[in-house]
């Protein structure tokens, strides 16, 4: 089923969300529900609250960009993997790097704003997959930007919680015609 994503505004996106256990009621179902609703939706990555559920999970497909890039924007964007297309159950990232790395970041909930955001160049997250094996890996690059930004959803962030004051200042009234309404996903 694909699902209406949630808008800036929506008190959900604001709260921490509830891991899940492998009996959680009605997971395959989410699951499915979040890869039919990120396709529909045009992105590379959703968490569940971006479809009004408080529960700890996120997928990405950092591949969709991968495919569409030129090979030196592929080198210098994804070193050491091709993207990937991965469910996170209860992520919780262990290590990021000192290095960090600011590159422009849009949001299926805060459709219209899109502007550069500092994030680690490479983090460790532990999580469990779609059949609930409990993994610890490596990202880097842009796959891990993606993970950082559905990760931050899943603890009540959003991506504009990174901006400076000013910025904030500066996007103030946008961010009020997205909570209204005025400004929508196409």
Not at 20 to 39: D, S, V
Not at 111 to 134: C, L, N, Q
């Given at each position: 089923?694909?699902?209406?994503?949630?808008?800036?505004?929506?008190?959900?996106?604001?709260?921490?969300?509830?891991?899940?256990?492998?009996?959680?009621?009605?997971?395959?179902?989410?699951?499915?529900?979040l890869?039919?609703?990120?396709?529909?939706?045009?992105?590379?990555?959703?968490?569940?609250?971006?479809?009004n559920?408080?529960?700890?999970?996120?997928?990405?497909?950092?591949?969709?960009?991968?495919?569409?890039l030129?090979?030196s924007?592929?080198?210098?964007?994804?070193q050491?993997?091709?993207?990937?297309?991965?469910?996170?159950?209860?992520?919780?990232?262990?290590?990021?790097?000192?290095?960090?790395?600011?590159?422009?970041?849009?949001?299926?909930?805060?459709?219209?704003?899109?502007?550069?955001?500092?994030?680690?160049?490479?983090?460790?997250?532990?999580?469990?997959?779609?059949?609930?094996?409990?993994?610890?890996?490596?990202?880097?690059?842009?796959?891990?930007?993606?993970?950082?930004?559905?990760?931050?959803?899943?603890?009540?962030?959003?991506?504009?919680?990174?901006?400076?004051?000013?910025?904030?200042?500066?996007?103030?009234?946008?961010?009020?015609?997205?909570?209204?309404?005025?400004?929508?996903?196409?």
């Amino acid at each position: 089923m694909i699902l209406p994503i949630t808008i800036y505004g929506n008190s959900i996106l604001r709260k921490s969300c509830i891991d899940l256990t492998k009996e959680t009621p009605g997971l395959e179902a989410l699951i499915e529900n979040l890869w039919n609703t990120l396709y529909s939706s045009g992105g590379v990555g959703l968490a569940a609250p971006q479809i009004n559920s408080e529960k700890r999970i996120f997928i990405i497909d950092s591949s969709l960009l991968y495919n569409e890039l030129t090979d030196s924007q592929k080198e210098a964007l994804f070193q050491g993997d091709k993207g990937i297309k991965e469910t996170f159950i209860n992520a919780r990232i262990i290590t990021e790097s000192k290095e960090k790395w600011s590159e422009l970041e849009g949001c299926l909930s805060i459709p219209g704003i899109v502007e550069p955001v500092d994030r680690a160049w490479s983090i460790t997250v532990e999580y469990h997959d779609k059949s609930f094996m409990r993994l610890r890996k490596r990202f880097s690059g842009y796959t891990a930007k993606v993970i950082q930004h559905e990760y931050d959803h899943t603890n009540g962030v959003l991506f504009i919680d990174h901006f400076t004051n000013l910025k904030k200042k500066l996007l103030k009234n946008k961010l009020e015609q997205i909570k209204k309404g005025d400004i929508v996903n196409k």
